[in-house]
């Protein structure tokens, strides 16, 4: 039990970005490497969960031990969210796209001579928002918020408005995005914890041992 301190626990981490389609060959993607999430997915199985992966499109092997569940769209991500559940803990990691296409036609869109196309958009769903206020709310919800300036402020705000435990900021003002090192600010109500920048897999772990003592806590 020592080194497995998430033994019999249940962990959903989302990851990647999303892809929403715009046609058969184009779409709208946030810039996400699907690093950060798939080492917080291969930390949480290492401390002992039974964890449910559920990825965007990206070009990373399925950490040892995990359940891996590959989405598309925004829309494909929230199905297999609320199919995972229950879960005692989930990690949202995943950068999801804001908007997708209102309309995206089955047949590629054709540049020849014609108008430059509109592109009419539509509200995603807010995955992390609606599973805090979800009948089977995981008892610890933790959101993610990648900023470029006032990352604190920002993150206070957000773990208000969505509702979660815990904001894991994370400034990505410099190379963070696709790189090796992260620095994290664990944003609570009680208050700010701020890690130095580590490699990503060092962090993941790191945060998992917090998860697994606050869960712990009963
Ligand atoms: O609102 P913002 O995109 O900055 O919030 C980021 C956090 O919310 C991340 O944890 C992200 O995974 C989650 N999120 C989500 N569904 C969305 C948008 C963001 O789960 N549609």
Redesign the pocket.
């Known amino acids: 039990v020592e080194h497995r301190p998430l033994f019999g626990k249940r962990v959903l981490v989302?990851a990647g970005p999303t892809h929403e389609a715009i046609d058969p060959v184009r779409y709208i993607a946030n810039r996400s490497s699907g690093r950060q999430g798939f080492a917080i997915a291969a930390a949480a199985a290492d401390l002992g969960a039974e964890v449910t992966l559920i990825a965007g499109p990206v070009h990373l092997p399925t950490p040892p031990g995990v359940l891996r569940i590959d989405v598309e769209t925004?829309l494909e991500m929230q199905a297999e969210v609320e199919k995972a559940l229950p879960v005692d803990a989930a990690i949202?990691?995943?950068?999801?796209a804001?908007w997708r296409a209102a309309q995206a036609p089955d047949q590629k869109i054709k540049k020849d001579g014609n108008a430059i196309p509109p592109l009419a958009l539509t509200e995603?769903?807010?995955?992390?928002a609606s599973l805090t206020t979800h009948k089977q709310r995981p008892k610890l919800v933790i959101?993610?918020?990648a900023e470029t300036e006032n990352i604190i402020a920002h993150a206070q705000a957000?773990l208000a408005k969505?509702g979660c435990d815990w904001i894991v900021a994370n400034d990505v003002s410099g190379d963070v995005m696709g790189g090796e090192n992260n620095a994290f600010h664990i944003v609570t109500k009680a208050g700010v914890d701020s890690w130095l920048e580590s490699p990503k897999d060092i962090i993941a772990r790191k945060l998992m041992e917090k998860v697994a003592d606050e869960l712990a806590k009963s």
């Open positions: 989302t925004a949202m990691v995943a950068a999801v804001d995603n769903p807010d995955i992390l959101g993610f918020a957000k969505k």
